[in-house]
């Protein structure tokens, strides 16, 4: 330590030559996490089991919010260095292993294996304290951190069956980093047609059963599909990087929602399997512009999912189960965050004229698909937190109102 300080104090007048070498080592380390989470954006939609499909989509929201807070640190720091999501024309090295493993277990495995060079790499970018101002070292401590987390969080992770543990091979063998054209399924779960209407069965089921089944039909048709759709958009979307902050912050909730709907049904005694898969969010929201694909997922989906989760929570409540209420209580409140991140980015591409149209549009879209549009509540509070204006609500109201009636 002495004597780094005493190396410090004498570089006098070459001490643009160590600024430029710290931003230069912050620079490399977040080349090597991209390395790792550009290809897990693709490698997590083809993951077919759900639990190796989470803990997959784990490790890369860590990946990003590292790569986040290195890229503000590298900002701050005078440079402009921007990650390039988009898989890099001759991918090489261990990020082409990651691209090309066959299995989740494989795909873990590799990922720890480089774990400890990454380390490595945090330790060197930090090994000459006196240069390294405190808001950098911060930044090199929490990289560590969530690197190690990552390591904890595969290591605690109940293995899928081996038999389903199959990560499916990248569509085009000359771009092994892109997305699929459709995204794997869990084999234990029976795939719906793409035309087939989508409903809980609920009525027919025991009460005991009900609030697993629910969970389960959650995690399926909707939290995996969500998680796909953020690898999906942070990958091909041009928006600018605060966006694929938005949507890596939507990562973490559905992951979140994912790993608790899927320890809910468990704990619930429904086995892995009762509730339908469904690929109908993919293929829906497979359009050139992503301000529609914003407006059926979010905008007027995760909308559609607050009234749904504000809904839950009344109905769980009335019958006496807190846990079950709880659960979706906090979900509700992240979806107002969902659908304001996606309104945000809509309104951020579409005058204001043209946003009805675009909700038109995705009505039309949802209806191809059999993903119903119409209102299941009212929640004007929510919205207004959500992004949406006065005359929208009024919108949803009417509409609310129509269903209503219908059921009268
Ligand atoms: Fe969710
Ligand atoms: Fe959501």
Partial sequence: MTETLDAWTTIDGDSEHYLGWRVER?????????????????????????????????????????????RTRIHELGDG????????????????????ATTGTEVLRRLADGAGELRRAVDAAGDLPAVLDEPTRDVLARVRLLLDQSVA????TTPAPEELDVVAAPADPARP???????????RFTLLDPGTPIKHPLAELAPAAQAGYVAQWLLISLEIPTIEFCCRAIQTYDFPFAFVRDMNRQLWD?????????????????PLGE???????????DVDQPELALAIH??????????SAFSHVRLWRGLGDDRTAELFAVVAQDEIGHVAIGNRWVRHRSASEDVPRLDERARERRAEFSIASVPRGFEPEAYRRAGFTDEEIELIRLAYQDVQRAAA
């Fill in 26 to 70: 912050l620079r490399s380390l977040a080349e090597r996490l991209l390395a790792r989470a550009v290809p897990l954006l693709s490698v997590v939609p083809r993951a077919a089991a759900v639990e190796t499909k989470l803990v997959l989509a784990d490790v890369l929201r860590r990946d990003i919010e590292a790569i986040d807070l290195l």
């Fill in 81 to 100: 260095w921007e990650p390039a999501w988009t898989p890099p024309e001759r991918p090489a090295g261990a990020a082409l292993d990651l691209a090309r």
């Fill in 153 to 156: 969080a595969a290591a605690r």
């Fill in 177 to 187: 980093m892109s997305q699929p054209p459709l995204p794997a399924r869990d084999a």
């Fill in 254 to 270: 559905e992951v979140r929602h994912g790993q608790a709907f899927l320890q809910h049904s468990l704990a619930m005694d429904v």
């Fill in 275 to 285: 509730a339908p898969a469904t690929l109908q969010l993919w293929l829906a929201t």
């Fill in 298 to 307: 979010q905008r007027l989906g995760e909308r559609i999912g607050i009234e």
